[in-house]
């Protein structure tokens, strides 16, 4: 690639991230933060945990995402006893038409580009782990045999915070490989207007498909290339590094509160995202406002707090508040 | 997907030299503003200093120093910051955030700095460039107008050198101590030069004084301080015809020529007995004390001068010549002090060693039997008897022990008898002077040897 050829590959990947955020937009009302991102999250080649109370629209916005991308969809709502076969795959006894019998591999719903893992947090531990290869790796194994998954491929889970009896809260390891965590909040007085006169007519409204696979790939390609200037990296760098308690660049709240800060996928996901956010403004390079704009979804699922921290119900958006304003820019 | 080139490519070169240019002109006004911010402090500074300078009758050069090497030092330091330096992350961040960039500018400075080339560095160079290029650098950062710095600095450097100007024309008024000892010298050590009326008049004030009032100097004389610095400069006076100078200038009437030896040793004399007022404070003694002598010593000289050979040998006995004066009126000390338990008091007179042992008894407790010292008679005697009889024990300068004694002593002129005893020869040897006292040590000495009240 030229430098001739850079500006127009800025455009196309800005002008192909609008239209798949205002066609979201079309059905989805009042969270144009969180399709944002999302799209971001999945440019990025990441995950994303949409955390918010029942009905505010979390599995339409997963529904009318893949609608849009022109990807194959699945769903998985998970229970207590959901297992991990139910999700992989597994084999199962054929019997050929000669006679004999033999086994064969069949794909669980995490074969789809985009995965919508509903009330993740109410599966076992041992289901929720299921997802961990296929979120990380992109693969799943099944007996001695792995299978990879196509690509673009996203998981979207959801969980409820307010019900939280009977519920499984996901491991730090698996929280870690979201690249995101969304919250989705109660719609305004504005977008209730909107959603209902969407909703309770017997029109739907319908969305096209903006996007296709290869356009993403290429999209994701794209947004890789764009250059990082090494102090705008170093400031991703102490961010992330500012949220471990014994580090220098660590706050007060962090010192206090919090038990293990974020790991360096953190560090990777502010990056990346940011680079994302500077394509989208049209920009070959990443400033530290970008940076500054991820920081809160790529970070507040990834600080382990303490008992002090759990005691007082402290929220980690707090922290990375405080983190983003005394982290020095320069 | 592109290559890599580590040479630096016209974009990057382009961005170096906006931002340095842009770099250039924000040390510019940096330095400026804070030249301007500081510049009203400095001269505010000078003015407070050269006022109370001026206040306090101190020299110039403090004010005019402070000023002097505190905008030698504040252009130093707004040429220093001018001067070019590297821009380093930090500033490129600066001056994006000034011009408004968002970020492209500080990432640019990076890329541009680190001759990283590819196709995406080249473009986001190319397009660094092209906006750098659009920012006129000298609206970001205008010239620092500070009007109000300006005029305030302006104001108060004139108004300080103004002041310190006014001092330098006082400081030849003698307003400092330099100055005035410097005019002392100048008004009765120059021949011809007539002393300031003002002193004159205080010094004749300080005689009249010390004569009329004796024991009661007027504190107003005593506590200025142009009289003691010019009795200092006065004590140190030598040269014969600046005595002969004094002794016109404090002389009531015109003197004659051959009148000057007289009129000095009158001086002298009138200079002598303010010396011996008690009340006065120690170093305005001394220093009328010195006056008297040199005068003595002047008055001498002349008379060697106008071939007046027994005149001459007069003055020139010093104090000698001075007792004999007034022996009469200048009461030679007595003390009286108990001797023993059984003895009562005995009493020591002091008195001239060339005294005919038959002559005037009345040299005794009292004062002296001449009557214009209203001395000689018994109240007068059992008076002064009562009250050395009781503040012996308290002795203290100024008070009850009479400098008299402390002066025939130093001089060595101190003679003494014994009035029980039959008048005889004076035996020198118990009348001994003690070694002279130089005179870098004199004050020490009295100052170890005369009790404070």
């Given amino acids: ?330 | 997907m592109s290559e890599t080139d580590t040479h630096p490519g016209p974009a990057g070169q382009l961005v170096r030299t906006g931002l340095a240019a842009a770099f250039r002109q924000r040390r510019i006004r940096e330095s400026s503003r804070h030249f301007w911010k500081a510049a009203p402090i400095l001269a505010a500074l000078g003015l407070g200093l050269a006022a109370i300078s001026l206040w306090a009758g101190w020299a110039a050069i403090p004010a005019l120093g402070v000023l002097g090497v505190g905008f030698a030092g504040l252009t130093a330091y707004t040429l220093v910051r001018r001067r070019a330096r590297t821009v380093t992350d930090a500033v490129a961040a600066g001056i994006d955030r000034d011009a408004d960039l968002g970020g492209e500018l500080r990432s640019a400075a990076w890329f541009a700095a680190h001759d990283t080339r590819d196709a995406w560095t080249d473009f986001h160079l190319d397009r660094a460039a092209v906006r750098l290029d659009a920012v006129n650098w000298l609206e970001r950062y205008p010239a620092v107008r500070a009007p109000r710095a300006k005029l305030a600095t302006s104001v108060m450097v004139i108004a300080a050198l103004g002041l310190s100007m006014t001092m330098t024309d006082r400081g030849r008024l003698s307003s400092s101590p330099l100055k005035a000892n410097a005019a002392a010298d100048a008004a009765p050590l120059v021949p011809g030069q007539p002393l300031s009326p003002e002193l004159q008049k205080q010094l004749a004030d300080l005689l009249l004084a010390a004569e009329l009032a004796g024991a009661s100097t007027d504190a107003r004389l005593t506590a200025s301080a142009e009289l003691r610095d010019l009795l200092a400069q006065l004590g140190e006076l030598r040269d014969s015809e600046a005595l002969k100078e004094l002794a016109r200038a404090m002389s009531a009437n015109p003197i004659l020529s051959d009148q000057m030896s007289k009129e000095m040793q009158a001086l002298a004399e009138r200079t002598r007995r303010a010396s011996e007022t008690a009340a006065m404070p120690p170093e305005l003694r001394n220093a009328l004390e010195k006056l008297s002598d040199n005068l003595s010593i002047a008055a001498a000289k002349e008379m060697d001068d106008s071939n007046d050979p027994v005149a001459a040998a007069n003055a020139q006995s010093g104090e000698t010549a001075k007792s004999k004066a007034d022996a009469p009126s200048s009461a030679s000390i007595q003390s009286i002090q108990d001797a023993d338990a059984g003895a009562g008091a005995g009493m020591i007179m002091m008195s001239d060693e060339n005294a005919t042992p038959g002559g005037d008894p009345g040299l005794g407790a009292g004062g002296g039997s001449a009557a214009a010292n209203g001395g000689g008679t018994m109240p007068d005697i059992a008076k002064a008897l009562r009250q050395e009889t009781v503040e012996a024990s308290t002795d203290s300068p100024g008070e009850n022990v009479t400098t008299d004694t402390r002066h025939d002593t130093e001089h060595g002129s101190a003679t003494i008898t014994y009035t029980q005893s039959a008048p005889g020869a004076f035996d020198r040897s118990r009348a001994a002077a003690p070694p002279p006292v130089p005179e870098g040590r004199r004050s020490a000495v009295q100052t170890y040897f005369i009790r404070k009240p």
Avoid: C
């Fill in chain 1, 1 to 330: 690639m030229t430098s001739a050829a850079v500006g127009p590959s800025i455009d196309l990947f800005r002008d192909r991230f609008v239209r798949i955020t205002r066609e979201v937009g079309r059905r989805i009302v009042g969270h144009e933060e969180v399709v944002n991102l999302t799209v971001t999250s999945l440019l990025a080649g990441g995950h994303v945990l949409l955390e918010g109370i029942p009905g505010v629209g979390k599995t339409s916005l997963v529904h009318t995402l893949a609608d849009v991308l022109h990807l194959t969809f699945s769903r998985i709502q998970f229970t207590p006893d959901l297992m991990p076969a139910d999700i992989v795959g597994t084999n199962i006894v054929q019997e050929h038409s000669h006679g004999g019998t033999f086994f064969e591999f069949q794909p669980g719903p995490i074969f789809a580009n985009v995965v919508l893992a509903d009330e993740i947090n109410r599966a076992t531990p041992k289901t929720q782990s299921a997802l961990l290869e296929a979120m990380q790796d992109v693969s799943v194994s099944v007996g001695k045999t792995t299978y990879q998954l196509e690509q673009p491929f996203l998981v979207l889970a959801t969980q409820n915070p307010l019900e939280m009896e009977g519920t499984y809260p996901l491991p730090e390891a698996q929280l870690d490989r979201f690249f995101f965590k969304l919250k989705v909040t109660y719609p305004s007085e504005e977008s209730m207007h909107e959603i209902l006169e969407r909703t309770t007519t017997d029109s739907t409204t319908p969305v096209t498909r903006v996007v296709d696979k290869p356009e993403i790939l290429e999209m994701r390609q794209v947004a890789r290339s764009i250059p990082i200037a090494r102090p705008v990296q170093a400031y991703a760098i102490r961010l992330t590094l500012g949220s471990h308690p014994t580090s220098p660049y660590a706050t007060p709240l962090v010192k206090r509160y919090v038990r293990y800060g974020a790991s360096p996928r953190a560090a990777q996901a502010l990056v990346l995202a940011g680079k994302i956010q500077a394509l989208n403004r049209g920009q070959a390079f990443v400033s530290i406002d970008d940076i500054r704009r991820v920081a809160l979804p790529a970070l507040r699922h990834r600080l382990l707090l303490n008992f002090e921290g759990e005691a007082d119900e402290v929220n980690t958006d707090t922290i990375v508040t405080e983190l983003l304003g005394s982290v020095a820019t320069e």
